[in-house]
């Protein structure tokens, strides 16, 4: 299966605790996007990715927050001191360039107690 | 502010019947649109899109109708099935040649009735 792929799938951590999620996208795809998603919303955008640039970040995305993608495959999120708001889904897409349909993995689900 | 509106959380279908997702979006330069489907736990996966400069677009069961006009779009679903019970989101992207993100709405959640 080449699709986008996240680990882990799911987190039960503690408040104050700081937490990774990694994200392996298509692999012919430059573009990779990082999303939320709570309970009755849709995806909310936190920042995205142009190879190993960050172009832009959302202002969820708080300095507690922190996206890399250090030779433009893989990306990481962390979220450090982690609140019982951050409890969520953390998506994980990609896209080519040249497209606009983005594909997202199947989400990290994050728990925090 | 929301560029990107469904304003029915939920909607309940027979089966074998036509299914009507609707959508409003705000900003007129959003360039092309999208839906997707989520099951529980799972990621959304991409089902049809269509751009600004088409008024309909036709995949199997599902159809996307735009009326840039009016800001609106909708997915038609027929006939529905047990499987189509999921939520749908509808999401619009500005052109390519911009930086810019993909906006999803909050979801439909569509049940389809046996």
């Known amino acids: 299966d080449t699709g986008v792929s996240q680990d882990p799938r799911h987190k039960i951590t503690k408040r104050g605790q700081n937490v990774t999620f990694r994200c392996d996208p298509i692999s012919e795809h430059n573009r990779l996007y990082w999303y939320r998603q709570t309970l009755g919303q849709g995806p909310e955008f936190l920042t995205y990715?142009?190879?190993?640039?960050?172009?832009?970040k959302s202002r969820l995305l708080s300095d507690r927050f922190s996206a890399e993608r250090p030779k433009g495959s893989f990306s990481t999120l962390e979220i450090q001191r982690t609140e019982q708001g951050d409890s969520a889904m953390y998506l994980c897409?990609?896209?080519?360039?040249?497209?606009?349909?983005?594909?997202f993995g199947e989400g990290s689900w994050l728990t925090v107690v | 502010d929301q560029q990107v509106k469904q304003n029915s959380p939920s909607l309940s279908v027979q089966e074998g019947r036509i299914s009507i997702l609707n959508c409003d979006y705000t900003n007129s330069m959003f360039d092309y649109f999208l839906w997707y489907k989520k099951y529980p736990a799972e990621g959304p996966t991409f089902l049809i899109s269509i751009s600004s400069i088409k008024d309909k677009n036709e995949d199997g069961r599902f159809t996307v109708f735009l009326n840039k006009s009016a800001k609106h779009l909708s997915l038609h679903i027929v006939p529905s099935q047990p499987g189509d019970s999921a939520v749908y989101f509808c999401a619009a992207s500005p052109p390519m040649n911009r930086d810019d993100k993909i906006i999803f709405g909050k979801g439909t959640r569509l049940h389809i009735l046996p």
């Open positions: 897409a990609s896209s080519s360039e040249r497209s606009y349909t983005i594909y």
């Open positions: 990715f142009q190879n190993e640039a960050q172009l832009e």
